[in-house]
Structures are given as C-alpha cells and as structure tokens.
C-alpha cells in the first residue's frame, strides 16, 4: 500500500503558478481576434473598467500595459524629480522603486513588519524630511498596509500616498477595494497575479486633480481620449507622456478572469485555509511559521501563502526537498536595499532588520486557482515529511 501511494504521489509535478483558462477565456480572446478591432480601450476594456466600477466601486480605472506602468505613471503624474524623497519598503518588487528612480527621485527604504512585511506604518514618520514627496506602499500578499495611520502621517505631512496594489486586487480595507484609498493605487493582471492577461495592470486615480492629465500620459502625451468620447474635434499633444493602454486581445482575456472572479477566489481561499489549518500543527511545535489572517480591518485575497522556516539554511533545505517531490516553490524579494543598483544610488545603507531577517526565511507554496485537493494535501505530507512529523 505505502508503495502504491509513493507510486501515485510521484506523478505529481505541482508548478508554483498556472494560470486558470476556460472555454470563456478563448472564447473572448477570439471574439477581440475578429472584433476588427486590436487596439486598447475598445469594448472588452470597457467592460472591464464598468466591471470593476459596478463590482468593486472602483472609478477612474485605467487599464495599462503592466503594474509597473502603472506606478510609473503615478511617478509622472507626482512630478517626481532629483531632490524629492519617496519612502518605501526595500522588501518589494524593483518596479515600486524604479518608477521613483526612473524620474530622479531617491527612494527612502523603510522597515516592515513581522506580522503581514507590509511597510511598518509606526517608522514612517521618522523618515518624512523637507524632501519627502510621496509614500507609496505595499501591500504584501494582498493584505493591505495600515491605511488608517499611513493616510493620517500623510495628511498631516502634505505628502502623497500610492498603493503599489499590485497583489491586491480583490482585498478590501474597512470597507473599500485596496487601491481606492491613497491618491493613486496600481494593480497588476500578470500572469502570476489572482486575475491575469498575460501582462497587465491598471492605474486607479483616486485624487481628482490627477485625473485629466492621466488620461492624457496613457495616450501618448495627447487628448485622445477626450477625443474618443467626442468631447473635442481633433486630439493633439498636450504632455509628455507614451503609450500606456493594452490591447483589447488582453482586455479581452482580463475580461473573462474577472467574470469568474467569485469562483478564482474561492478556489485560492479554499486553498489558503487548508494550507492554513494543516500547516498550524508543525507551528504550534514551533518547526515553522505560518502566513498570519489579517487583523488590522484587511481582508484576505489569497494571492500568495508562505511559511517561514528558521532560517535561510533551511530555506534552502526545504525548497530542495520539495523540489526533489515534484513542487515547485518560490521564496520572494531580495530587498532592494541590499541590491547592486542600490549600493551605488544610495548614499548610506538603511538598518532594516525585519525586512532582511524575515526576506531570508520566507517560502511561497504552489497557490493557483485550479490546484487540485489531493495536489495540496501531496505538498502539506511533503512538509511533514521535511520536519519528520507526523500530521
Ligand atoms: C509589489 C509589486 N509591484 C509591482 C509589480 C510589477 O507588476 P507587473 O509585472 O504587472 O509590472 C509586482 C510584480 O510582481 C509586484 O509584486
């Protein structure tokens, strides 16, 4: 029997990600095909924003090529440039940082906390200098950052807020979608995120002021879109700006991953809690640590589950032995403060010892929507079997 249960746990070959397509998905991408018409903000990129708008009670969604054009995007529309500082946490992905580095800015590398590596809104406020322009945060794993305190320092300092809500699409903070609550927020449809379009993101403008000339960096520096909507006779340029918009193929597919949003995010929660309520036993022996529930008025949108080993040894150890099972994981950011392009924009190294002992434990266990029951219980018994204990 235990020979035969080896045999048939050997099959398995459990990718980290893959993304969920249906019959709904080809068919829309084939609808966009002959639509006749390939370019960005046709009718499947309308449906998409009405989508978000009636569902989400997100407005002012611009559909854009990547979440890193996105926070790009914010970085034009701030008017980042040399001699303003950005505060943001080292432990995230180069596209927060580059859409600051890009315009000249210098990025100030805050700590994060233990509990959710989101930016740890009590150091905030002693890194706000004269030069402190903005504050963009993310939100780590779908979970969103302390809204509440980071909005009042923000108010209080006159400072701009971002959320890099790359993962977040789906999460709620007290009430409202994570990206409708700083100035701007971006969101990512990459293939690895909950709801993807192979490449892809979105910039949601919440600060009203910035609406008007957003548009108009989208579209090339010009007014084309107010053109489009048949406000003026004849679009030209009106700023600096580049093609921002994707095409409706990629709106299309969008299109379709949001239509099943109810069934993507139950699947991935469904899967978080088992990993959750599985895992709690070798956390309670103290082997691991689990990926903890929100408390802070976030909900959960299961865009990741990780553990955190003891150390970075037996990271190491663990993701080789899971390897050797047929999973794939994946640990996340090497903090951008310890990186080579850092070393050389940074004048001094930031002390952030959360963000670089906890970045080292840190593993990401296969999460996607169509990961099957008996594929989820094969890499829990995978886990056991690394910390030799029974379940
Ligand atoms: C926090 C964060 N910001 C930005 C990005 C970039 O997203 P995209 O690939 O859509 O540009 C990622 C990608 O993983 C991310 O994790």
């Known amino acids: 029997m235990g020979q035969c249960y080896n045999l048939i746990m050997k099959k398995f070959s459990i990718p980290f990600n893959k993304p969920s397509i249906t019959n709904k998905e080809k068919k829309y991408v084939l609808q966009a095909l002959y639509s006749n018409k390939l370019c960005g903000d046709g009718a499947f990129t309308k449906k998409v924003n009405n989508l978000f708008k009636e569902k989400f009670n997100v407005n002012n969604f611009l559909l854009t090529t990547s979440c890193s054009s996105a926070l790009d995007m914010s970085a034009i ?3 980042l440039k040399k001699g303003d500082e950005v505060i943001l946490p ?5 596209s ?6 890009l315009r000249g800015a210098t990025p100030v590398f805050c700590d994060v906390e233990k509990d959710t590596m989101n930016i740890n809104a009590n150091l905030i406020e002693g890194l706000i200098t004269s030069k402190t322009k903005a504050i963009y945060v993310v939100h780590y794993a779908g979970v969103v950052c302390d809204m509440d305190k980071i909005m009042a320092i923000a108010k209080k300092h006159n400072i701009y807020v971002v959320e890099d809500a790359a993962q977040a699409v789906g999460s709620y903070y007290k009430g409202k979608a994570a990206g409708t609550i700083g100035d701007m927020g971006c969101y990512s449809f990459h293939e690895t995120k909950n709801y993807a379009m192979g490449e892809g993101g979105a910039l949601i403008v919440n600060n009203p002021k910035f609406l008007e000339r957003a548009e108009i960096i989208r579209e090339k520096g010009t007014n084309r879109s107010q053109f489009l909507r048949g406000q003026i006779d004849k679009y030209t340029w009106q700023d600096a700006g580049s093609s921002f918009l994707p ?4 709106a299309a597919l969008l299109l379709a991953q949001l239509e099943r949003f109810d069934e993507i995010m139950a699947k991935r929660l469904n899967i978080w809690h088992t990993y959750h309520t599985q ?14 529930e929100p408390v802070n008025g976030s909900t959960l949108n299961a865009h990741m589950f990780y553990v955190l080993a003891k150390d970075i040894e037996e990271r190491t150890q663990l993701i080789s032995y899971l390897k050797s099972k047929n999973i794939s994981t994946a640990f996340h950011y090497v903090p951008l403060h310890s990186a080579p392009f850092a070393k050389r924009i940074l004048k001094e190294m930031p002390d952030l010892p959360v963000t670089d002992s906890y970045s080292a434990r840190l593993l990401r266990l296969p999460m996607f929507a169509d990961l099957t029951n008996k594929e989820v219980e094969y890499v829990i018994n995978s886990i056991y079997e690394f910390y030799k204990e029974n379940r």
């Open 77 to 79: 529309l701030l008017d």
């Open 279 to 292: 895992l709690k036993k070798l956390e309670d022996k103290g082997l691991i640590e689990l990926e903890k």
């Open 96 to 101: 927060t940082a580059n859409a600051v580095v």
């Open 247 to 250: 095409s409706e193929i990629l």
């Open 90 to 94: 080292s432990y995230t992905f180069v």
